[in-house]
């Protein structure tokens, strides 16, 4: 298990560098195309929703969203369930952003699928998803 933890942390490493380069093309961080990618794969959501679904600090997830409004890409909407707790949706400029970032990802993703066939990608999801699934039965993490 040492040893798959390793390489997990070699490929996330890996993985975080790449939408680093994909993201700074469009002026943004990884970070930044995270959040903006799920609120608009989510639809509208709270910080605290965008924070859970990506497993990171509120905190973290409350500066990344507030550059994203003050640069246009993300609007706070009233929220009906909590007054205080503002929906956040994508603005055309955000949604434009996110299309040339997902389409640089796009390409980036055919060009690594040169060299790792589909059916060895959906293998290592699933042994992903196993290990995921059996990590948080067993520590409820």
């Known amino acids: 298990m040492e040893s798959l933890y390793a390489e ?11 939408g680093e380069l994909l993201a700074a093309d ?30 990171v600090s509120r905190q973290g997830v409350q500066r990344v969203v507030d550059d994203l409004v003050t640069e246009g890409m993300v609007r706070p909407e009233p929220n009906p369930d909590h007054r205080t ?3 956040f949706a994508l603005t055309d400029e955000g949604r434009a952003t996110l299309a ?13 699928g040169r060299d790792v066939p589909p059916s060895d990608v959906e293998q290592l999801r699933r042994l992903l998803r196993a290990l995921t699934s ?3 039965a067993q520590y409820d993490v």
């Open 85 to 87: 707790s503002s929906l």
């Open 134 to 136: 059996a990590t948080r």
């Open 26 to 55: 469009a002026g943004q961080t990884q970070a930044r195309w995270q959040a903006m990618w799920t609120i608009d794969h989510e639809g509208r959501l709270t910080v605290p929703q965008v924070a859970r679904r990506l497993g």
């Open 100 to 112: 040339r970032i997902n389409r640089a990802a796009d390409a980036a993703h055919r060009r690594i």
């Open 8 to 18: 997990l942390f070699e490929a996330a490493g890996v993985g975080r560098r790449l």
